[in-house]
């Protein structure tokens, strides 16, 4: 049987608990025996770490929202090459905690950069990859802002930016439905559930092509 290789994305506004939900969810797949790797954006490759270092920075309001665009994208190509490429020839589950929806939300719709060419780039630096589902925890950026304002940072300043990043990822879902995935922030444990049930379904319609489904049980 063919076995493929498999890419969940975790997406969301600032402080929505997609990371918390990426990693439980990293560690669930390991824990019922799938090959799964997990990796951040930016912040993996040792080129990320330094980009984040400087898109997250408290002291530079500078950044120009185009360039601010290209740096994403440069972590974004690292990332691919070095290690979602490789990743992928070896056939594994790819958790990914942001990608190419954060571009298209928060310097698409959020900025205002084009979309065109926010998908032009991405065709080049994917070549012909994409995440086969994406789950978007979705919560108001209003009943966040407790969470975000502990630890504010360049682009988590603004609820109103917050809000059309969100509007954003919302598009993305309507736009692609069968990929992306809308689940509903609630407690942690409330939302891990909403997120497993959709990833047995997504399992289930596609273990026909598939046979990493040897490995787990679900
Ligand atoms: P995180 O720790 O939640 O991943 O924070 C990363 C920040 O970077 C978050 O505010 C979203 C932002 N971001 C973009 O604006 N564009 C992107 O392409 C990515 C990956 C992240």
Not at 79 to 89: D, E, G, T, W
Not at 116 to 128: F, P, V, Y
Request: contains cysteine.
């Amino acid at each position: 049987m063919k076995k493929n290789a498999i890419i969940v994305a975790f997406e969301g506004i600032d402080g929505c608990g997609k990371s918390t939900q990426a990693k439980k969810f990293y560690k669930y797949l390991k824990a019922q025996g799938f090959d799964a790797l997990f990796f951040k954006e930016p912040g993996t490759t040792e080129l990320g770490k330094k980009l984040r270092r400087i898109l997250l920075s408290k002291k530079d309001d500078k950044i120009s929202p185009l360039s601010e665009l290209f740096l994403y994208l440069a972590a974004r190509n690292e990332l691919v090459n070095q290690f979602i490429i490789p990743a992928v020839k070896e056939k594994k589950i790819i958790v990914l905690d942001r990608f190419i929806d954060s571009t298209l939300a928060y310097q698409g719709y959020g900025r205002g950069i084009s979309l065109d060419l926010i998908e032009i780039a991405h065709r080049i630096i994917l070549k012909g990859l994409k995440p086969d589902i994406t789950f978007l925890i979705d919560a108001s950026p209003i009943t966040l802002r407790k969470v975000v304002n502990k630890n504010p940072d360049r682009l988590e300043k603004s609820i109103k930016f917050q809000k059309k990043v969100r509007k954003g990822y919302i598009a993305i879902a309507r736009k692609e439905p069968e990929r992306v995935k809308i689940i509903r922030r609630k407690s942690k444990e409330k939302t891990f559930a909403s997120i497993k049930k959709c990833w047995q379904k997504f399992l289930y319609e596609h273990r026909t092509n598939s046979g990493i489904f040897s490995k787990g049980s679900f």
